[in-house]
């Protein structure tokens, strides 16, 4: 997993409240556990105006013009900004892979759905929690000023505006340190290899034939 620090992102609006793991990656995807490949089928059905299945070569298919992410101002956007109960729906952990894949690094929203806020820790992704009168302010912003960049900075779990305001968000010291150091639950594990090779070589000196 990857570490995550600071950025200073460009950010795209994704203006809808209640959306669900199956608009940020479709059913029809779910057909590999891989973590990478899902970033060109992020919201299909509302990024593009056919049908999608694995395997199609996106750069061939046509674009939803007035889908925000097809805006050319938004692309390579690093900060998705996002209304009430992002991620809800079914627990599919390709939603946050979709994401990740895409580009994003931090989902700012009022709300996320408990499961997907979960899976977004144990995949790289900073997700924050900001009250609904600054996620408006955003979302106001962002519109009024192409180039609109956040600058998120996760040891002083401060995002600074480019018009001189700031805000602080919370995150739990355990959830912290494992994006500081890219640590997903496997790496948290691997700290204590010495350990778990130790317990395993004297279960077997103890137990021999457990281990014929």
């Known amino acids: 997993m990857k570490a995550f620090k600071h950025t200073n992102g460009l950010v795209a609006p994704l203006d809808r409240a209640n959306v669900d793991t199956d608009a940020i990656i479709p059913k029809q995807f779910l057909k590999s556990i891989k973590r990478s490949g899902f970033g060109p089928y992020l919201f299909d059905e509302w990024r593009y105006l056919d049908y999608g299945d694995v395997g199609m070569d996106c750069s061939k298919r046509p674009l939803n013009p007035d889908f925000s992410l097809n805006q050319?101002?938004?692309?390579?956007?690093?900060?998705?900004?996002?209304?009430?109960?992002?991620?809800?729906?079914s627990s599919r952990e390709h939603a946050p892979w979709a994401i990740e894949d895409y580009g994003f690094q931090v989902i700012i929203a009022p709300s996320f759905a408990d499961i997907f806020?979960?899976?977004?820790?144990?995949?790289?992704?900073l997700p924050i929690v900001a009250p609904s009168e600054i996620v408006d302010k955003l979302f106001q912003e962002c519109a009024a000023n192409e180039g609109y960049r956040l600058e998120v900075d996760l040891p002083s779990q401060t995002?600074?505006?480019?018009?001189?305001?700031?805000?602080?968000?919370d995150i739990t010291p355990h959830r912290k340190h494992c994006l500081l150091n890219g640590l997903d639950e496997i790496g948290l594990?691997?700290?204590?290899?010495?350990?778990?090779?130790?317990?395993?070589?004297?279960?077997?000196?103890?137990?021999?034939?457990?281990?014929?």
């Open 72 to 89: 050319p101002r938004y692309q390579g956007a690093q900060v998705l900004l996002a209304r009430d109960n992002f991620g809800c729906g």
């Open 117 to 125: 806020f979960n899976n977004c820790f144990k995949n790289g992704l």
């Open 159 to 169: 995002v600074k505006s480019p018009l001189g305001w700031s805000f602080q968000f």
């Open 189 to 212: 594990t691997l700290q204590h290899a010495d350990k778990i090779r130790a317990f395993e070589e004297k279960h077997q000196a103890a137990q021999p034939w457990l281990f014929a």
